[in-house]
């Protein structure tokens, strides 16, 4: 399933969509109603009394609609045309939604009344007010798009790398900080709007800190404050949302915000909210800011270093002022906006520069990878039409600048004004047509070299090229190599490579488009001048001379021909590249480049002999360790494949190797009824020769066993085989005993092996001391045999040096009292999950790097009568597994 159709790329796709959507819509109807004032007057200023509920009249305007009606300072307005103000959006309604002329009625508490009085007051059109500086306007008028660039920007990355955590993060902190806009416009909204439009903004302004510090904590390189302190961001956004969806969803039931203040005034917290949610949103982007100071200072590499000084730039120069504006605010207790006009607008104007700079250094500095799609769309927009839409778009621009002057300047002139705009701004773009080509050439290259150089510098691409393709190692390596390239750097339609084992016989094709040949004969008319200029061919200058020389390459239709030449310069290949995706022509550089490409590519394939023996090795390898595979697969079948029926005691054992072979044994015989046969060997060395060693040995075991003799002789022959059938320096350590089902006896002999563990039912252990010297190190070899008594409740363990060697971080070895311990801790389950247990344990302690093979056999006294089947087959993974319970189950 490609991941286009995946369902975790469509529900991906679906969250873009829906975030896109609900930012949109706030942004929208904010840059609205942002330009939006009140479109009728009543002439008072009031303040907002929480615990009240109600509106205190502050001034009123000589000679207003309030003045007329009856209003005065102090007084009380507890609802508005009978709607009480448990919110203000009563007021905004009449106010700020109503129009000249609307009766308007209000509930007033007057000092010194005993009752409530009703005041009607018709609203009148708004006065006059003077026109701001054009300064003041355009900035305004720029400030109202606010949001537009911080959408732009992160719904632009988030769609080219949707599934890239980071860009998410981006999206939604870039849509925070594009909301964080003033709420006075949400005041002119219909009703219905409010609601979702202040949900909106609180989510965002509670929970945009926290992205910003997740952001910058982990892009482009987690930085060594989150290393520390990994559950600081979950903590932030954590306790962020937990506080933002209880406040929004008031907001949204609500329609304003003011329900939410005054349960927490209420709650006598309110002033303590407030500095906590100040200090929250600093010092979340203060950690922020931190965070990229120690990516900058201490990365984990050069390219984490490089990415993170240019988003440190991009987000000091962008949010840093207007950071700077709301803390002084917030120090003389009043809005950035109460400061003059231009110590507020800059800073914010700044913040809008913000995605910008942003975007600019994700194209031009690849702080986000791009796909080459869209930096060839772009590039054909902003390099190839580039000019035409800057002429077209500074062509409007004097258009309107002539048409609103000519009116201000000539106000008999007002219908003349638009058509003499119209006319200034086409002169004026036939002069840029006429005489910017040669400045729309240089705009292009600086541009082309500033932001397209990664996937259009061909010079960069092809001359990195020319030094690959000896590398090589077969003509499909080549081929690969070539086509990756040359798609990265020129962007052909198609490409084709053709290649021969010598200078005489066709070329066959290598690699190339669906509806080439399969091969060229070199009687093809193509081949004459292409052998005598042994160079880079137009074909499209050579098909117009004669269009037989393209018709074998069929629908590639190649724009040129480049051969590859040997050490004799002879043909041995040809390179063929379709048109351009761009319709550029290839240049001479391009030309130059793919000529030294060939170059080298036929010195390549002039080395396809050794390429060919490297390969033939290859294969060799491939079987050897196809033969190693089944080598293993036939060791683990040596391991025990079935249980002995036995009611007294229960087993299990586990080999875990090391390599795909290994020299640890274990098995378990029937030795007669009621009779088990208990063996664990060790062989000396590793890898195959202690594999077969150890079949050596499991083979004279199981035979001599079955013989029927005792404990002693049959341990004698088989040292006696050993010796006989391997070298001197290998040896191998063995426990063997016998179990009577019967009595619990066991009788053993511990040939060199580790002393294996006694857990005693009652409490204490001991260890089976050894009794004899290692199997196949000496001759004459004797030996003695001990017993024991296996009771109910006893643990009999069994063990390689795997386990007890096992070193851990620190070079400490596990060691048998650790063994000992995880024995201990599991001791109480069922054999098979002890063993698992233990051995996982002994990995773990390990760091995960097995040395040596390890091996676990227990045996634990049972009850007699008790049937408990613990039974399991063994793995076919590096790991062989047996048990049997008191019912004597079979694997």
Not at 117 to 135: C, E, M, T, W
Not at 309 to 336: D, E, K, N, T, Y
Not at 649 to 678: I, K, N, S
Not at 859 to 887: F, I, K, M, Y
Request: charged letters at 20%; glycine letters at 8%.
């Amino acid at each position: 399933m490609s991941r286009a159709t995946t369902p975790r790329r469509r529900a991906l796709q679906a969250l873009a969509l829906l975030l896109a959507a609900v930012a949109t819509w706030h942004a929208a109807t904010w840059a609205y109603y942002i330009r939006k004032s009140p479109p009728a007057f009543l002439g008072i200023e009031y303040d907002y009394t929480l615990s009240a509920r109600a509106v205190t009249v502050t001034s009123v305007a000589a000679g207003s609609p309030a003045d007329t009606a009856g209003l005065r300072v102090g007084d009380e307005i507890a609802a508005v045309n009978g709607r009480p103000l448990d919110t203000l959006n009563p007021l905004y309604d009449a106010l700020l939604r109503g129009t000249p002329g609307d009766a308007v009625s209000f509930t007033v508490s007057r000092a010194g009344a005993a009752t409530r009085s009703s005041v009607r007051a018709a609203l009148g059109p708004p006065p006059a007010k003077s026109p701001s500086p054009v300064g003041q306007r355009i900035a305004l008028d720029a400030l109202s798009l606010f949001p537009l660039p911080f959408l732009l920007v992160g719904f632009t990355v988030l769609a080219l790398r949707l599934d890239d955590r980071h860009a998410w993060l981006l999206a939604l902190a870039f849509v925070g900080i594009g909301t964080g806009g003033p709420m006075d416009p949400m005041r002119f909204m219909p009703p219905p709007m409010r609601g979702p439009a202040y949900a909106h903004a609180i989510l965002c302004a509670l929970v945009t800190p926290a992205l910003v510090y997740t952001f910058l904590a982990t892009f482009p390189a987690v930085s060594l404050l989150d290393r520390r302190a990994p559950w600081l961001k979950k903590a932030l956004l954590g306790v962020s949302i937990a506080a933002a969806v209880p406040l929004a969803a008031s907001a949204l039931t609500t329609g304003s915000l003011l329900p939410a203040g005054r349960f927490l005034a209420e709650l006598g917290i309110a002033g303590w909210v407030d500095s906590i949610v100040i200090l929250y949103a600093y010092g979340s982007i203060a950690l922020g800011f931190v965070s990229l100071a120690l990516n900058c200072l201490h990365p984990p590499s050069v390219e984490a270093r490089r990415k993170a000084r240019l988003i440190a730039w991009s987000f000091v120069l962008g949010l840093s002022p207007w950071l700077l504006v709301q803390g002084a605010g917030l120090v003389v207790g009043h809005g950035a906006m109460a400061f003059p006009f231009w110590l507020w607008a800059v800073p914010a104007l700044m913040l809008m520069l913000l995605p910008l700079v942003f975007g600019y250094v994700v194209v031009k500095h690849r702080v986000l990878e791009l796909s080459v799609l869209v930096k060839r769309s772009a590039r054909y927009i902003f390099v190839q039409r580039g000019f035409v839409l800057l002429t077209l778009a500074l062509s409007i621009a004097v258009m309107a600048l002539v048409a609103t002057f000519s009116a201000r300047l000539l106000p008999r002139l007002t219908n003349a004004a638009v058509p003499s705009g119209v006319v200034v701004g086409a002169l004026f773009a036939l002069v840029m047509i006429r005489t910017g080509s040669r400045l729309s050439r240089r705009v292009e290259q600086r541009i082309d070299r500033a932001f397209f150089r990664e996937a259009y510098d061909a010079r960069r691409v092809l001359g990195d090229l020319a030094g690959q393709v000896g590398a090589a190692m077969c003509r499909d390596d080549l081929a690969s190599l070539i086509e990756a390239a040359l798609n990265e750097a020129l962007h052909p339609r198609g490409v084709a490579l053709y290649a021969g084992d010598d200078d005489r016989g066709a070329l066959t094709l290598v690699r190339g488009p669906a509806g080439v040949p399969e091969a060229l004969d070199r009687d093809l008319p193509l081949f004459t001048p292409l052998t005598g200029a042994r160079r880079f061919m137009d074909m499209s200058a050579a098909r117009a001379a004669d269009a037989a020389l393209a018709a074998p390459f069929g629908a590639l239709e190649p724009e040129c021909l480049v051969p590859l030449l040997n050490r004799r310069s002879e043909i041995i290949g040809i390179l063929a590249l379709g048109p351009r995706l761009s319709d550029e022509p290839y240049s001479r550089d391009d030309r130059m480049l793919l000529t030294a490409v060939a170059r080298q590519a036929g010195l390549a394939l002039e080395s396809l002999g050794l390429a060919e023996q490297i390969a033939e090795r290859r294969e060799r390898d491939r079987r050897a360790a196809r033969d190693m595979e089944i080598a293993s697969d036939v060791q683990r079948r040596f391991l025990p494949q079935r249980a002995v029926p036995m009611s007294r005691v229960a087993f299990a054992g586990r080999c875990q190797q090391a390599r795909a072979v290994g020299g640890d044994y274990f098995d378990f015989l029937e030795l007669g009824p009621g009779c088990l046969g208990l063996a664990l060997a060790d062989i000396s060395g590793k890898g195959l020769y202690a594999a077969l060693l150890m079949a050596h040995l499991q083979a004279s075991l199981r035979a001599l066993s079955a013989a029927g003799s005792d404990l002693v002789p049959t341990l004698r022959a088989l040292n006696r085989s050993f010796c006989e059938s391997t070298a001197g320096n290998h040896y191998a350590t063995l426990f063997f005993g016998r179990i009577d089902d019967d009595s619990g006896r066991l009788r053993y002999v511990n040939c060199g092996h580790l002393p294996p563990l006694v857990l005693r039912g009652a409490g204490g252990v001991e260890r089976l001391r050894v009794t004899a010297g290692a199997i196949g190190m000496y001759e004459p070899w004797s030996c003695e045999t001990e017993e024991i008594t296996i009771a109910q409740g006893d643990l009999l363990v069994l063990f390689s040096d795997g386990l007890t060697e096992a070193l851990d971080a620190r070079g400490r070895e596990l060691g048998e009292a650790g063994l000992l311990a995880l024995v201990e801790a599991h001791r109480q389950q069922p054999l098979p999950v002890l063993i698992d247990r233990v051995i996982d344990a002994v990995i773990d302690f390990a760091g995960g790097d097995q040395q040596d093979d390890l091996t676990l056999v227990a045996v634990r006294g049972e009850p007699v009568g008790e049937r408990r089947d613990e039974a399991r087959a063994p793995a076919l993974t590096g790991e062989a597994v047996l048990s049997h319970g008191q019912a004597g189950g079979t694997t």
